[in-house]
């Protein structure tokens, strides 16, 4: 799941006990104590509890983890990103935006577009934006951030046009799939926060497919069939976690992840809207959601395609 947000960068240890420092202008990094956060460096990634923080200065604070317990492991965490779930975040005043928002916005030169927001490196003077050229697929000349009320405004105009369109809020739905019926939506209220196909790693740079969608929801909350049929899968499975998955009669499938508990067994059949699970974190997760996938001809198909109030 992509619903995380990058508060900093471990960039050496501290004292002999396992502690690292980090640089961070996340003003509420007290937040993240007790919590889990995931910890990346180019392909590998760590999830790892937090179980102190102390603030050092504006910029920096000192961290210890769970099971990091002498200088030599605290060496290992050394230029890893420290990302941690969106729903930690405090409520943000309508001109303020986080780092992640940033991504994805089109970069435009006298009304023509030369790229889009990739990254946001961190400066002692400024935050630079990293703008990845729209032909080349290669960075460009960084841009300055600077932080005018002109400059804020035009991010918050074109955050909520890029939140409209990809990250609105899902109230229950139907999906006309043409040639197999209805679809019902599987939850009835949930933010998108990841969307099908191939996409842009922000911090790897490289592309992943996505098989369905991720829905934000809390753990406990119901899912419902969204078709009438048979459990093909009801049970724990790799990176989905719990997972359920069900089959209609004209073979078109459904799949639940991450799922907290299942109320249904393998072979049992299932009325459209009935309810088959609850949301949870199990599996390849860093916070609580749905993922959501449909299937047609064993092959994955958007979900959102269909979608219609």
Known sequence: MENLVNIGTIVGTHHLRGSVKITSI??????????????????KKKLLVVKNVKRLNDKKAILDFEGIENIDAAKELNGYKVKIRRDLLPERNEDDFYVKDLFGIEVFSENEKIGEIIDVMET???????????????????????????????????????????????????????????????????????????????????????????????????????????????????????LVEIEGNNGIKVRYAHLNSVDVVTGQKVSDGEKVAETGNTGMSTGPHLHYEIIIDENPVNPLDFAHD
Not at 26 to 43: T, Y
Not at 199 to 225: E, M
Request: proline content about 2%; glycine content about 8%; aromatic content about 8%.
């Open 26 to 43: 996340f003003e509420n990094i007290e937040l993240i104590e007790n919590e889990r956060v995931l910890l990346e460096k180019n392909d």
């Open 124 to 242: 002692a003077a400024h935050n630079i934006l990293i703008i990845e050229d729209i032909n080349t697929k290669k960075d460009m000349e960084s841009i300055s951030l600077s932080r005018t009320e002109s400059f804020k405004g035009k991010v918050r105009e074109n955050i909520n046009e890029k939140n409209r369109a990809d990250n609105q809020n899902i109230k229950i739905k139907n999906i006309e799939n043409k040639g197999f019926g209805k679809i019902l939506w599987p939850v009835k209220y949930g933010k998108i926060t990841s969307k099908f196909g191939n996409r842009n790693h922000p911090v790897l740079k490289s592309v992943k497919f996505h098989r369905g969608v991720d829905i934000a929801v809390s753990v406990g909350t119901p899912v419902y069939s969204g078709i009438k049929g048979r459990v093909t899968f009801a049970g724990r499975k790799g990176n989905y976690g719990n």
